[in-house]
């Protein structure tokens, strides 16, 4: 990877930032959804997400849509994401990592 990783996660962040919880309309970084942002040298970036509530209703569209949403920064390569903090989280980490 030839950018510094500190200007990729600049990039994902403001791409995250366009993703909306239609229930708050808040963007999902201002709610704090994704967590421990981690960004190696081969362009694998890891992150938690981490729904509003146990029993989010749209927990795997707001996945998908943040999952989405980080493939379109250039520099991106993979993605490890897991589901913390809802009741169905290890259904949805297998979910959301399975390449589509």
């Known amino acids: 990877m030839t950018e510094p990783i500190e200007q990729l996660e600049g990039r994902i962040i403001e791409r995250l930032k ?6 708050t309309q808040a963007d999902v970084v201002r709610m704090n959804l994704v967590q421990d942002l981690r960004i190696d040298s ?8 981490r729904p ?21 920064v250039p520099g991106v390569k993979r ?5 913390e903090g809802y009741l169905a989280a290890d ?3 297998r979910l959301i990592n399975k390449e589509a």
């Open 42 to 49: 081969e362009g694998i970036v890891e992150y938690i997400f």
């Open 79 to 83: 993605q490890k994401i897991r589901v």
């Open 18 to 23: 366009q993703v909306i919880d239609p229930e």
């Open 91 to 93: 259904e949805l980490t």
């Open 52 to 72: 509003s509530s146990p029993l989010c209703p749209i927990a795997v569209s707001l996945a998908v849509n943040i999952k989405n949403a980080v493939a379109e």
